[in-house]
């Protein structure tokens, strides 16, 4: 079973950084693609950003682009999401998860991803 562990959020002002970290120590990621979900409370999960671990072609929604970059490195089967210029309405629990399917769509399907990890809470504060 694969497991993912996410790490690296937490609280910080409008135009500060993180960079979340996604650890999928049982999965050969060259095989699977990688994404990021949020969620806020009331709302569906949204996909923001999906990496090929293939060919590593990405993704990225329209509400991120520019200001989130995704990666991932097959060998430490490791992702990551650095995001920049954070705003209050990126406040949300982020998730990562894996597909055995490594092709990127838009919109990283949630039906896709087979393994889920814990989440971690992102704030932004104005």
């Known amino acids: 079973q694969g497991q993912l562990v996410e790490s690296g959020g937490g609280l910080v002002q409008a135009g500060g950084s993180l960079r979340l970290s996604c650890a999928a120590s049982t999965l050969p990621l060259e095989y699977y693609a990688i994404g990021w979900f949020r969620q806020v409370p009331g709302q569906e999960r949204e996909g923001i950003s999906c990496?090929?671990?293939?060919?590593?072609?990405?993704y990225y929604a329209d509400s991120v682009k520019g200001r989130f970059r995704i990666s991932s490195d097959n060998a430490k089967r490791t992702g990551w999401l650095q995001m920049d210029s954070l705003k209050p309405e990126d406040t949300a629990i982020y998730f990562c998860?894996?597909?055995?399917?490594?092709?990127?769509?838009?919109?990283?399907?949630?039906?896709?991803?087979?393994?889920w990890g814990q989440g971690t809470q992102v704030t932004v504060s104005s």
């Open positions: 998860a894996a597909s055995h399917n490594p092709s990127v769509t838009r919109g990283c399907p949630t039906p896709w991803y087979d393994y």
């Open positions: 990496i090929s671990g293939k060919d590593g072609s990405t």
